[in-house]
């Protein structure tokens, strides 16, 4: 009996390359850390002339602040356009969180230096 199987494009709509999967999942499982969490970013901007620069520079400065902070961490990142959201940016960005709290780090919710510098 032939074992059904889908990929990764059928399944999301035909919008990820294989290739992409492939490294996201050799992300994920291959890390190694001992209390490893998983953040999910989107940034977007409401300004329709916006470059990928912006969104880059806002990406370094998180992990900039990770490694002051000697927090081990592995990234992954596309950008995305779409007609509801515009031009916008995903992240993915796996931390070892054995040594210290990563949210307090990258929480935008708090008044932290993270929503500062996203205003």
């Not at 953040?39 to 977007?44: A, D, E, G, K, T």
Request: hydrophobic content about 35%.
């Amino acid at each position: 009996m032939k074992k059904q199987t889908t990929s990764i494009t059928e399944r999301n709509g035909g919008m990820h390359n294989l290739r992409a999967y492939k490294k996201i999942k050799a992300m994920l499982y291959g890390h190694g850390y001992i209390k490893p969490r998983l953040y999910h970013l989107i940034l977007m901007d409401g300004i329709e002339s916006i470059n990928a620069n912006r969104f880059q520079k806002t990406l370094k400065a998180i992990c900039l602040k990770l490694r002051n902070e000697n927090i081990a961490y592995r990234w992954r990142a596309c950008l995305e356009s779409e007609k509801t959201k515009g031009l916008h940016f995903h992240v993915f960005l796996l931390v070892n969180a054995c040594n210290k709290n990563s949210c307090a780090i990258i929480n935008t919710k708090n008044d932290g230096w993270l929503k500062t510098y996203l205003e």
